[in-house]
């Protein structure tokens, strides 16, 4: 309750407003800068190829800069590639994390009530037994022969 009145304040003072304010005009510079760096970096390259054509000819210097271009190219979409494993395998982890937290949680909000039932603890043991020899059969089957997708999209 403390967090939305400090919310309903700050609206109310302006503070809010004033914020978004700051980060429009942060966003701006910033974007301008960028602008001018890539203006910079172009005219950095522009006077290299100028610099190169004057020395080894126009079109060594352009058969140079292509293929620079297109290697700079490659390795950028090796590295890419290559962290694309990684990010899938952590999205996987948080994934199957994420699904335990969920399914512990909803197990001990639903114990009380489970315990109370008429069943008792035969409807708490049977899908606990079921869990546990379904935990058995993915430990003992080969990886990549139950069909999952790993969730990268090639």
């Not at 400090?6 to 302006?14: K, R």
């Not at 390795?75 to 899938?88: C, E, M, N, P």
């Not at 999205?91 to 008429?118: E, N, Q, S």
């Amino acid at each position: 309750m403390g967090m939305l009145a400090s919310l309903i304040s700050g609206f109310a003072s302006g503070e809010t407003v004033a914020a978004i304010r700051r980060a429009r005009t942060a966003a701006i510079v910033y974007a301008v800068a960028a602008l001018a760096a890539l203006c910079g970096l172009g005219f950095l390259v522009g006077a290299a190829y100028i610099w190169t054509a004057g020395r080894y000819g126009s079109m060594a210097a352009s058969l140079g800069f292509g293929a620079g271009f297109l290697v700079i190219a490659g390795l950028i979409l090796l590295v890419y590639q290559l962290a694309s494993g990684a990010r899938a395998r952590r999205r996987a982890k948080r994934r199957d994390a994420d699904l335990k937290a969920i399914g512990i949680t909803a197990a001990l909000a639903v114990l009380p009530t489970l315990l109370k039932g008429k069943g008792g603890l035969g409807v708490i043991l049977g899908p606990a037994v079921a869990l546990v020899a379904y935990a058995i059969y993915r430990e003992n089957v080969k990886p990549g022969t139950d069909g999952r997708d790993d969730g990268d999209a090639k």
